[in-house]
């Protein structure tokens, strides 16, 4: 059952698609406080869950997050925010519940931060509509909730194959290398990923003339050996004249405009920029065609960046910024100075203030674009999905990085710039079960990391993991050491982690459109489906897969064996080198030695292996 209560929210958000009527009252069980906070009291055993991308646990409770899509490379426990905001959470304890806030600015959840025992939810303006969630289980209260918000995204089939990027591949000749060396080594791949590099002057729409001379024929010849090519594309346009995103959109008034009416001017990759205003229908179908421009040479996936939106600077921010450092440039030079002068330049990344200085243009009315800050990634993926399913008369790859509830109608979303850590291998575990509740069932992290050195028992470990996320993508930062499958001399490992995922995609395919068909979840923490077990529900290190597997990935260095909880009799099945194993286990901790290159998994009922192939293109049923 859904109950709402709704406080003169300030504009539609798009996140529910059920017309629900309001309720009158008290949103019980929370109570609300003097300034606008929801309070909760929980009792010792009650656990939370949700909040999508948040970091930190399965179980959320015990630190704060605020929802506010954030640039932020560096994924570490202190955190509050990343790239989405997805306010749905589920309280477990005598009372149980779930609850939406729907507003498209900042809110923050302290879940036991301040006062263990105490739940307070405060939105930083009482503009909103809350949602109570109730239902017999957590999967009833799941289903319940995305019943509200509306079907899943679905990913074309081939979408399902294995993906190679890496943010330094510049030329076509990069491109094709790496894809040699993955058929050399018989490794299967599906796609590869363009980033910024292939565009000229990092101009949305545009590709490279030198580089990629003709990715027309380029997109056909790698298609032809089974490899979708999928290029990134940036929120913000460059400041040209003479290009013609630029020209169209100035012209129009499609870009989000300062108090004065004129285009806001930030600095992201492309040297100065604007920003499209998705929040403007008009605004955002013009961005959506511009997809054309590379649907007309063939391409049929995308991944959308920097939607949050990212700013490294504004040029407001960057001349006042000048003249604060030129002052100090009088005074004398000490400590404080030169601090100073850094965190004036620091200040400007993603600066709040930039965000108070440019405004939307929407049916509802103009917003000033901090009101609304959590949309603006939502907006600029269903532009780019409408558009697309539109030019491509069937529906896209895409991902996105920032993201909002809804959004997952109409793509995936990849958790960001992850590290090469061991530690993001069980947070990116931990996020899928988020994540899953949100909606957001497309999704999946950097295999290997994305900033830092990858190892190659990382990536080993990193992949036994990510072949069971429906996004499989490596992908790692500019400068970094390679972490291909093949960049760590032995490719015979990776090529049986690898060919196993696409002996398991009947299975992952299944379990995902189910999911998606039936608002369910492909991954879950073990809590949902085994309610009454006291242990499964302090797990949160293990995830079930689809309705028959569960997965228990090593996560720490060097380890070679974990504890496993099984909470029911499973077939244990294990993987090595190409080989498949299984043995009975009783229910209960077992300690499951996992050397480096095994892959270990559990089943409650049989599932299909499909035989080993060389792409997406050749698996069963799944070009
Ligand atoms: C952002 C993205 C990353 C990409 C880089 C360059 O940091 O998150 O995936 O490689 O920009 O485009």
């Known amino acids: 059952m859904i109950t709402r209560y709704s406080y003169s929210p300030m504009i539609e958000t798009g996140a529910v698609v059920r017309e629900i009527t309001v309720s009158a009252g008290a949103p019980e069980p929370f109570t609300l406080t003097e300034d606008g906070g929801f309070l909760l009291r929980m009792d010792e055993k009650c656990r939370v869950y949700g909040l999508g991308e948040a970091i930190r646990g399965i179980n959320k409770r015990g630190w704060v997050y605020t929802s506010w899509c954030s640039d932020d490379p560096f994924h570490t426990e202190d955190k509050r925010s990343l790239y989405g905001a997805h306010n749905f959470l589920i309280f477990d304890g005598e009372v149980r519940f779930g609850a939406f806030f729907d507003l498209p600015g900042k809110i923050t959840f302290d879940l036991g931060y301040t006062d263990s025992d105490t739940a307070v939810i405060k939105p930083e303006s009482l503009h909103l509509d809350l949602y109570i969630i109730t239902g017999d289980t957590l999967k009833a209260i799941v289903s319940e909730f995305r019943s509200l918000i509306g079907k899943s995204y679905i990913p074309p089939a081939w979408a399902f194959g294995y993906g190679q990027s890496r943010w330094g591949y510049v030329t076509e000749k990069d491109i094709r290398d790496c894809a040699d060396r993955y058929r ?81 001017v930030v600095g992201v990759w492309p040297g100065m920029s604007v920003l499209p205003d998705f929040l403007n229908p008009e605004a955002s179908k013009w961005f959506g065609q511009q997809y054309k421009a590379l649907t007309d040479l063939g391409i049929e996936g995308f991944w959308n960046d920097m939607n949050e939106p990212a700013l490294f600077y504004s040029e407001r921010g960057l001349n006042d910024a000048f003249k604060e450092i030129k002052d100090l440039e009088e005074a004398p030079l000490d400590a404080l100075n030169f601090f100073g002068v850094r965190d004036t330049l620091v200040r400007l990344q993603n600066s709040e203030d930039d965000y108070k200085r440019f405004w939307h243009d929407t049916p509802q009315g103009k917003f000033s674009h901090y009101d609304v800050h959590n949309l603006y990634g939502y907006h600029m993926t269903k532009s780019a999905y409408e558009a697309l399913c539109d030019l491509l008369g069937e529906p896209p790859l895409l991902f996105s990085r920032a993201s909002y509830i809804g959004a997952h109608r109409y793509g995936g979303i990849w958790t960001g710039d992850n590290s090469s850590w061991w530690g993001h291998i069980l947070q990116s575990l931990q996020q899928m079960a988020g994540l899953n509740m949100c909606g957001f069932l497309f999704s999946g992290s950097d295999i290997g990391g994305f900033g830092g050195d990858c190892t190659r028992d990382l990536l080993i470990r990193w992949m036994s993991f990510a072949l069971f996320t429906p996004l499989m993508r490596n992908h790692a930062a500019f400068g970094t050491r390679s972490q291909e499958a093949f960049a760590f001399g032995d490719t015979e490992v990776f090529r049986h982690i690898i060919e196993l995922r696409y002996r398991l995609i009947p299975y992952l395919h299944s379990a995902f459109e189910k999911a998606a068909k039936e608002d369910g979840m492909y991954f879950r923490p073990l809590a949902f489906d085994y309610e009454d077990d006291e242990i499964a529900a302090t797990v949160e290190d293990q995830l079930m897969v689809g309705d028959s597997l569960m997965i228990a990935p090593i996560y720490v260095q060097n380890a070679v064996a974990r504890h496993v909880y099984l909470p029911e009799p499973m077939t244990q099945i294990r993987m090595h080198e190409g080989e498949i194993s299984t043995e009975e286990l009783k229910e209960g901790w077992h300690y499951i030695p996992v050397p480096l290159g095994d892959v270990v998994y559990f089943t409650t009922s049989p599932i299909p292996l499909a035989e080993p192939v060389v792409n997406t293109a050749e698996s069963d049923g799944n070009n």
């Open 184 to 264: 050399d080594a018989g490794i299967p791949l599906s796609m590869l990923y363009l980033d910024i590099d292939y565009m000229d002057s990092f101009k949305d729409f545009t590709v490279h003339p030198e580089r990629f001379p003709d990715l027309k024929a380029f997109a056909q010849e790698m298609k032809a050996r089974g490899i979708r090519l999928i290029p990134i594309i940036d929120a913000a346009v460059k400041r040209e004249a003479g290009y013609s995103v630029y020209d169209e959109g100035h012209e129009k008034g499609y870009f989000c405009k300062d108090a004065d009416g004129e285009d806001y």
